[in-house]
C-alpha cells in the first residue's frame, strides 16, 4: 500500500505539487494530467529523485523519509527519459543496473533473462543499447525498472513516441506487471490509461483527485456529450460557441456533411443527440471544470 | 568493494567503446613527446614540458566537460539517483576519473622515460627516478584527476556550450600561465594551481631542486582534493541534510587553509631575482674612509632557512669598535632588514644600494640585525650557499669590493635552524652550533663531499676541481703578468660553488663555480684585482673589447657616445705595449677605477709620446 500524506512541493515559489493525499493498492493506476500539471514531479517524488517540502509517504509501512535506501530497494522507475549507457549491451546495462539495485551477483544472469524474456528482448541481449529502436529501448527502460521485482512500479509517459503494436505491447505488460504490485502510470493519452487503468489519479496544477475507477472520470461527462452529423455552416458556429468543445470530428466530404461530438451543458444544436461519453471526454469535462 | 570494481568494469567497457577519446588520449602522448624531442637532452628538462601539461590538462577539462555533458545527454542522473547504490556509483566514477587519469599519466611517464633511456640512452639513477616520479605524480597526474573533476562540475553547475569559454577561462586562472602572466595575484593563484606552481628555473646543488616537491604541494593537493571531491559530493550524491550541511561547513572550512598554513605550494615565484655572479659586490654608493674604518668582531648568528617558503632570515649580533658614530655597513639589498638596534635600542638607518648607512649612539657596542631575503639567488628550497666573500651578512663595504685584499679574521657562533646536510668553515661543535674565527662564515647546505681540502657538491668530480683549480692559478700568473701584480691568493681550501656562478678569494679560501666553462678568468681579474667603484671601462680595455659593439652599449648606459668613440679611436692607434703600459699605470694608481677623462687624457700623452 501506498500512502500519500499532505504530500507539498515547492520550488523555490512555485507551488508544483499542493498537499496532496492519496492511498494505492496494487493495481495499474493512472495518473493523467496536462502537461506541467506536476504529473513528473510526483513521480519523482515517489522515485525518491526528489524530497518532498512537506508531507510524508508510506510504502508498505516503511516511512520515505526514515528508511530512504530501503525504499530505493522497493521501487522501480522509469523516467520519462530513459537513462541508458548507449556504449553498453542490454545484457551488460542491465547488469550494471541489477548491481546498483543490490540484486545479489549470483542471482543476477538468471534474472536478467527471465526479465528480457519478459519484455521479448531476449534475442537482442547482446545488441549495443545505441543501436536498439525506440520501442525497444522504453522495453530495456521498463526491464531496469521491474528487474528486482519492485513492490512500486513508476512508469512516466512510457508509451509518447512508440507504434501502435509495440504501444499494445506495453500496455499488456503493465497489465500484467499489475498484478501484485502497484504500478503507477503517468501519461496524458487517455487511450493508455482506459485500455490499462483501474484507478485514475487526476492532477492540474498540481492538484490531485483520486477517482476510485475509469467510469467515475467518464461519468463526469454524463449527459454532456453530444453527437451530431452537421453541415459546414453549423459545424462553424459550433465551434466558435465558447460554451461548446468539439472532442471527435470526422469529414464526410461527399455532401459536405461533418459527424462530430460535443461536450456542452445544453443540446448545441436541434439535431444534436445525446451520446455516451468516453474517458476522453471525462477528462475533458474534469480539465474545464477545475 | 566488488561494486566498486564492477562500477569501473562497465564505466572502462563504455571508455573503450568510444574510441575518441582514446584516440585524443595517444595523440596528445605521440604530440606531448614528438613536438619538444628537440629540447629533450636529460631527465632534468621534465619541467619544461609545463606547456605541454597545461594543453594535456585542457584536454582533461573538457573531457570531465563531456562526461557531464554524455551523462545529461542520456539522462543518467535521473536514472540512477534513484538507485540504492547512487553514492557508489557516483564514488565509483571519481575511482575510475582517477583510473583513466593514472593510466594516461603512467603510459606518458613510461613514454617519455623509455624515450631518455632507448633514444637518447640517457641513464639514471634509482633516487633520480623517485624524484621524477613523485614530480611528475603531483605535477601530471593530479591535475589531470583534478582537471577532470573541474570540468564535470563545471558543464553541471553550466550545462550549455558557453561552458567551454568558462572552462578555458578557469584554464588560464588555475594552469601555470597565471604564474607567466599574473592574471589573479600569485599568492592566490598558488593555492588554486592546478600544475606546477614553480615554473621558475631553481639552481641548486641538487639538479633535480625543481622537481622536489615540498609540503606545500602536499598541503595544496590536499586542499583541491577537498574542495573538489565536497563539490562533487554535493552535487551528485544523495545525501541527508545533516551530511550536506557538514560537507558545506568542511567546504569552507578548506577554503581557509591559504590563511593559516605554515607551508606554501609557490616556493619560488622570483619576479625579482637578484643579479650575484660576476662580482662579489657592487655599489654605487661613495664609500667614506671615515664610515668604513670599524672593527666588527664576535658574530653570534640565529639562521632559519624556511624551506617551505624558501626564504631564509636571520637575527645577527657584532661587536662594532669604531672611530666615528656614521658607519657604512655593506648588505646585499636582497637582504631586507627588519630592525637594527645598538645595545638593545633601536637605531635610524638607511639601506640601499647594497650599503646600510647608521649612526651609532656610542662608538664602542652591540649591533643586533634582523634581515630576511626572499630573492637572493643563492638560496634554494632545499639548499644553499652561503659563502664568505660575499655580504649575505653586516660586513666591512671594504671588504665585501675585495675579500681578498681586505679580508680580516673574525670569531663566529652560528645557531642554524637545520643542521642536517650542512658543510661549514667553522666547526660543528656538540651544542650543534657552529663556531670558530674566519674571514668569513661559509655555511653550505646540501649535498656536498670534502676530500683533501676540497668541498665540492656531489656531482662534481675532484678530478675536474684540480683542472679547475689549475685552471684559475695559470690564469692569475697571465693577469700578474699584465699588470704587473703579484697577487697569489693561496687557496689552502677549495670551495665550489654551484648556486654562486662566481669566482673569489680571501686569504685562506678559494670559492670555484663548479663549472668552469663559466667566464673564469674575467671573474678572478674583477673579484681579486679590482677594488670598488666603476671599472668597467678599464675592464673592456683589459679585456681588448672596447671596440666590440655589445660592450659599447653596456659602456653607453654610463658614457656618452662622443667620450666612448674618442676612447675607441685611440685605443685603436695605441701599440700592444703602449695600451700594456696604460693598463699597469691605471691598475697600480686606482685598481682600475679610471674616470674616462683620466683615460683620454693619458691616452693623448701615450699617444704624443709616439
Known amino acids: ?290 | 568493494m566488488i561494486i566498486l570494481l564492477s562500477i569501473l568494469k562497465y564505466e572502462i567497457k563504455q571508455f573503450l567503446r568510444r574510441p575518441i577519446w582514446i584516440v585524443l588520449f595517444i595523440v596528445s602522448i605521440i604530440f606531448c613527446i614528438v613536438l619538444p624531442r628537440e629540447n629533450f637532452t636529460d631527465i632534468y628538462d621534465l619541467p619544461s614540458m609545463v606547456y605541454f601539461v597545461m594543453c594535456i590538462n585542457l584536454l582533461y577539462l573538457f573531457y570531465g566537460a563531456e562526461e557531464a555533458r554524455f551523462e545529461q545527454r542520456n539522462y543518467l542522473d535521473e536514472q540512477v539517483r534513484n538507485l540504492p547504490y547512487q553514492n557508489k556509483y557516483r564514488l565509483g566514477k571519481l575511482l575510475y576519473w582517477s583510473l583513466i587519469s593514472f593510466t594516461y599519466y603512467l603510459i606518458f611517464f613510461v613514454s617519455i622515460l623509455s624515450y631518455y633511456l632507448f633514444y637518447l640512452q640517457v641513464g639514471f639513477a634509482l633516487s633520480t627516478f623517485q624524484t621524477t616520479f613523485v614530480y611528475t605524480f603531483f605535477i601530471w597526474f593530479i591535475p589531470f584527476f583534478f582537471s577532470t573533476i573541474i570540468g564535470y562540475i563545471l558543464y553541471s553547475l553550466l550545462p550549455n556550450i558557453s561552458c567551454y569559454l568558462l572552462i578555458i577561462i578557469v584554464w588560464f586562472l588555475i594552469m601555470p600561465y597565471n604564474s607567466m602572466l599574473g592574471f589573479i595575484p600569485t599568492s592566490l593563484g598558488a593555492w588554486l594551481i592546478n600544475g606546477d606552481p614553480n615554473i621558475t628555473k631553481v639552481i641548486s646543488v641538487y639538479d633535480m631542486e625543481i622537481m622536489k616537491v615540498n609540503r606545500g604541494y602536499y598541503v595544496q593537493r590536499s586542499f583541491m582534493l577537498i574542495i573538489l571531491v565536497c563539490l562533487y559530493t554535493l552535487l551528485t550524491f544523495n545525501l541527508k541534510k545533516v551530511g550536506r550541511y557538514s560537507l558545506v561547513l568542511l567546504l569552507l572550512f578548506s577554503l581557509c587553509i591559504p590563511y593559516f598554513s605554515p607551508f606554501v605550494p609557490q616556493i619560488n615565484n622570483r619576479q625579482t631575482n637578484s643579479n650575484i655572479g660576476q662580482k662579489n659586490f657592487f655599489t654605487e654608493t661613495v664609500l667614506l674612509e671615515k664610515a668604513t674604518d670599524y672593527t666588527l668582531n664576535n658574530y653570534i648568528f640565529d639562521i632559519n632557512h624556511h624551506y617551505s617558503k624558501h626564504n631564509l632570515s636571520y637575527k645577527v649580533k657584532i661587536n662594532v669598535s669604531a672611530d666615528n658614530s656614521d658607519i657604512q655597513l655593506a648588505l646585499l639589498d636582497d637582504f631586507k632588514v627588519k630592525d637594527i638596534k645598538f645595545n638593545n635600542k633601536n637605531v635610524t638607518y638607511i639601506h640601499q644600494d647594497n650599503i646600510i648607512a647608521l649612526s651609532l649612539p656610542e662608538l664602542h657596542g652591540e649591533i643586533t640585525l634582523t634581515a630576511e631575503t626572499e630573492t637572493y639567488d643563492a638560496i634554494a628550497p632545499t639548499s644553499y650557499e652561503l659563502i664568505a666573500t660575499t655580504p649575505w651578512y653586516p660586513m666591512n663595504p671594504k671588504e665585501a669590493l675585495n675579500p681578498y685584499k681586505n679580508g680580516n679574521v673574525e670569531s663566529y657562533q652560528i645557531n642554524l635552524s637545520e643542521l642536517s646536510s650542512v658543510t661549514t668553515n667553522l666547526e660543528i661543535a656538540n651544542d650543534q652550533k657552529l663556531q670558530g674565527e674566519a674571514y668569513g662564515p661559509t655555511i653550505l647546505k646540501g649535498n656536498y663531499k670534502e676530500k683533501d681540502n676540497y668541498l665540492y657538491p656531489y656531482s662534481v668530480e675532484i678530478e675536474e676541481i684540480q683542472i679547475n683549480k689549475e685552471r684559475v692559478f695559470n690564469e692569475i700568473e697571465n693577469i700578474n703578468d699584465r699588470l704587473a701584480a703579484n697577487l697569489a691568493p693561496s687557496c689552502e681550501s677549495v670551495i665550489v660553488t654551484t648556486l654562486y656562478p662566481a669566482f673569489s678569494a680571501n686569504p685562506s679560501e678559494c670559492y670555484l663555480y663548479k663549472n668552469e666553462d663559466i667566464n673564469q678568468s674575467n671573474n678572478i681579474f674583477t673579484n681579486v684585482y679590482l677594488n670598488g667603484g666603476d671599472t668597467s671601462l678599464f675592464e673592456a680595455i683589459f679585456n681588448n673589447v672596447i671596440e666590440h659593439e655589445s660592450w659599447q652599449n653596456y659602456l653607453k648606459r654610463e658614457y656618452d657616445e662622443e667620450t666612448i668613440t674618442r676612447i675607441t679611436s685611440y685605443y685603436k692607434r695605441l701599440s700592444e705595449e703602449q695600451r700594456t703600459q696604460l693598463i699597469q699605470k691605471w691598475y697600480k694608481e686606482m685598481e682600475g677605477t679610471v674616470s674616462a677623462e683620466q683615460m683620454i687624457q693619458d691616452m693623448e700623452d701615450k699617444y704624443a709620446e709616439g
Open chain 1, 1 to 290: 500500500m501506498l500512502k500519500v500524506n499532505q504530500l507539498s512541493k515547492k520550488f523555490k515559489r512555485r507551488i508544483a505539487l499542493d498537499e496532496t493525499n492519496f492511498i494505492l493498492e496494487n493495481g495499474t493506476i493512472g495518473l493523467l494530467g496536462p502537461n506541467g500539471a506536476g504529473k513528473t514531479t510526483l513521480l519523482r517524488i515517489l522515485a525518491t529523485y526528489y524530497e518532498p517540502t512537506s508531507g510524508s509517504i508510506k510504502l508498505n509501512g516503511k516511512d520515505y523519509l526514515k528508511n530512504r535506501e530501503i525504499i530505493r530497494q522497493m521501487i522501480g522507475y522509469m523516467p520519462q527519459n530513459i537513462g541508458l549507457f548507449p556504449q553498453l549491451k542490454v545484457k551488460e546495462f542491465l547488469s550494471y543496473i541489477g548491481l546498483m539495485r543490490g540484486i545479489e551477483r549470483n542471482d543476477l544472469s538468471g534474472q536478467i533473462d527471465k526479465i528480457l524474456q519478459e519484455v521479448n528482448l531476449d534475442n537482442k541481449s547482446n545488441v549495443k543499447i545505441t543501436s536498439l529502436s525506440g520501442g525497444m529501448k522504453q522495453r530495456v527502460g521498463i526491464a531496469q525498472a521491474i528487474m528486482h521485482d519492485p513492490q512500486l512500479l513508476l512508469v512516466d509517459e512510457p508509451t509518447a513516441g512508440l507504434d501502435p503494436e509495440e504501444r499494445m505491447r506495453f500496455r499488456n505488460l503493465i497489465k500484467k506487471l499489475a498484478q501484485n504490485r502497484i504500478v503507477v502510470f503517468s501519461t496524458h493519452i487517455t487511450e493508455d490509461i482506459a485500455m490499462t487503468c483501474d484507478k485514475v489519479l487526476l492532477i492540474k496544477k498540481g492538484i490531485v483527485s483520486k477517482c476510485e475507477n475509469i467510469h467515475d472520470v467518464t461519468n463526469l461527462a454524463s449527459g454532456k456529450v453530444w453527437s451530431l452529423a452537421a453541415d459546414i455552416e453549423a459545424y462553424n458556429r459550433i465551434a466558435a460557441d465558447s460554451r461548446a468543445f468539439i472532442s471527435q470530428v470526422s469529414e464526410q466530404n461527399e455532401d459536405q456533411i461533418v459527424n462530430c461530438r460535443i461536450i456542452a451543458e445544453e443540446q448545441p444544436h436541434p439535431s444534436a443527440k445525446q451520446a455516451f461519453p468516453n474517458l476522453e471526454e471525462g477528462y475533458m469535462v474534469w480539465l474545464q471544470g477545475n
